[in-house]
């Protein structure tokens, strides 16, 4: 079945700091791949997504790109804000039957303090 | 702007009552999703709509319900409570399948 696999948290950061979550999956097929946050108290919003091999999904300085041959979708982002404080989901969607639901994995939290 | 809203936000429950946690998106979606959220873990599929009148199970449907009876609404319906409920309830929506899944901002509930 499919599964997908992050960095344990939780991650702390000062501000200013380079930021990875690693991200690995395994799937049938070509799955689709997701990046979602949730802020505190609030629900789960896309951040980026990348449909194929070699895809760059980026948004509000965060970036991700689709590496089929490592399985891998590590997000990154150069210079983190307070703001970015938040948990951080990595997803695939795989085609086929199952394809109407996302496939989590636990979450990374990261606090970025001043 | 409303997207996805579900209601209750909190709610406490006694071990053996019952519940519908409310959900209703106003976007034209076709396919609902309800999931579930517990300490430290991704989102678990409880059951998914594909359009009025269909449902079908996720991953962990076992004491839950719903139904879908218009293209907006999509209740989740819990009739025995129990203490491994205990979880953050998400409605979400999409388009259509493998298009972007929007959801709504969640649903505490404890169950005692």
């Known amino acids: 079945g499919n599964s997908v696999t992050q960095m344990e948290g939780p991650v702390t950061l000062s501000e200013e700091a380079f930021l990875t979550i690693n991200c690995t999956y395994t799937?049938?097929?070509?799955?689709?791949l997701f990046w979602y946050v949730q802020y505190p108290g609030e629900g789960l919003q896309l951040l980026l997504k990348?449909?194929?091999?070699?895809d760059k999904g980026s948004n509000k300085g965060f970036e991700a790109t689709y590496r089929k041959e490592t399985t891998s979708f590590h997000l990154e982002k150069g210079s983190v804000q307070v703001s970015d404080s938040a948990v951080y989901f990595c997803?695939?969607?795989?085609?086929?039957?199952?394809?109407?639901?996302?496939?989590f994995g636990k979450g990374t939290k990261l606090s970025v303090i001043p | 702007n409303a997207g996805v809203t579900q209601t209750p936000k909190f709610r406490i429950l006694k071990i053996g009552q019952s519940m519908t946690l409310q959900c209703t998106q106003d976007m034209n979606h076709n396919y609902m999703y309800w999931y579930r959220q517990d300490p430290g873990m991704g989102l678990k599929l409880i059951y998914y709509?594909?359009?009025?009148?269909?449902?079908d199970k996720g991953e962990v449907p076992n004491g839950y319900n719903v139904s879908r009876s218009t293209t907006e609404d999509f209740p989740l319906r819990l009739e025995l409570a129990a203490p491994s409920q205990t979880s953050v309830y998400f409605c979400?929506?999409?388009?259509?399948?493998?298009?972007?899944?929007?959801f709504g901002e969640g649903s505490w509930l404890t169950v005692v």
């Open positions: 709509s594909v359009g009025a009148g269909i449902t």
């Open positions: 979400a929506s999409s388009q259509d399948r493998g298009n972007t899944i929007y």
């Open positions: 799937a049938t097929g070509y799955p689709s």
């Open positions: 997803a695939l969607s795989s085609p086929g039957a199952g394809s109407y639901q996302l496939t």
């Open positions: 990348a449909t194929k091999a070699d």
